[in-house]
């Protein structure tokens, strides 16, 4: 799925900065990042509470390079040293998604000497929410989404002629384990058709939980095995229409086990689908 990225600098750009699909890595950039320090891109609120968390997530799980903590202005002036790599928010929005839809990811960046912000290497990105939504959608997901894109920038790392790895459909190659696990799922994030266990158990006869938010987040700070959570990035609200994204990770290997989209419709809500289990199923 091609997209459309819209970098906020607030305190240097009055506009969005659009580009489109960034480089993937080449073996020179793997190189360099291994060497690099990872700036967290704080949000320029200073009462926001993705600042906390992010750092919160970061401190507890990144590992790979060393880590400090930067603001937006400080990116614009440093996005050009390679020593640097970038974990930043950005706002999105495809190609093909005609309902003017946007929605927020977290991108990890190599610092390159390039005139434009989309000519950055991009070693992973992942959707958080749909745009506007509470960071409370998200928030308590950000220590696996930290260790995943960790795990992510170690494969790019290892693989750079790997060119599959720049899309999150490469995991799709996980689909076949997941019947040997557990899915946990918030009940806001399955569609009308598979929203209780009953409907659940008609398309896919394996383990699935339908749980609250606690019950994510203790198995997430447990790292426990054979886990998955569902992760589900659309619409929400009142929006009634745009791209809704699907992936499941787990919780103890922070590995991607399925990724998918779908337009949201009157026939297709913002939530796993009866295709999305029936596909899970065929393995």
Partial sequence: MMKNLLIIVSLLLPAAVF??????????????????????????????????????????????????????????????????????????????DKSGSTYDFLNLLLGTDVDELDQLPEFCAIPLCFSGAPEEEYSYKLGLIIRFMEY????????????????????????????DKTILVRQDDLSPEVNTPEKIA???????????????????????????????????????????????????????YYYDSHMVDSKNASGLLVADLKRLSRF
Wanted: contains cysteine; proline residues 6%.
């Fill in 19 to 96: 580009a489109q699909q960034r480089p993937y890595p080449t073996f020179e950039d793997a190189e360099k990042f291994k060497k690099s320090v990872t700036c967290i891109v704080k949000e320029d609120d200073p009462f926001s509470f993705y600042n906390a968390e992010i750092k919160d997530a970061v401190d507890k799980y990144w590992k790979v390079t060393p880590v400090k903590y930067i603001t937006t202005e400080e990116f614009n002036v440093m996005r050009n040293d390679p020593s640097y790599s970038f974990i930043v928010l950005t706002i999105t929005n495809f190609s093909n």
């Fill in 202 to 256: 008609a398309q896919y006869p394996y383990k699935v939980m339908i749980v609250d938010e606690e019950e994510i987040i203790r198995a997430i700070e447990e790292k426990q095995k054979d886990v998955l959570i569902v992760h589900k990035v659309g619409p929400e609200g009142v929006k009634r229409t745009g791209t809704c994204m699907k992936t499941l990770i787990g919780t103890d290997d922070a590995i991607m």
């Fill in 152 to 179: 992510h920038a170690e494969l790019v790392m290892k693989n750079p002629s790997l060119s599959a790895l720049r899309y999150l459909k490469y995991y799709n190659k996980n689909v076949p384990s997941i019947k």
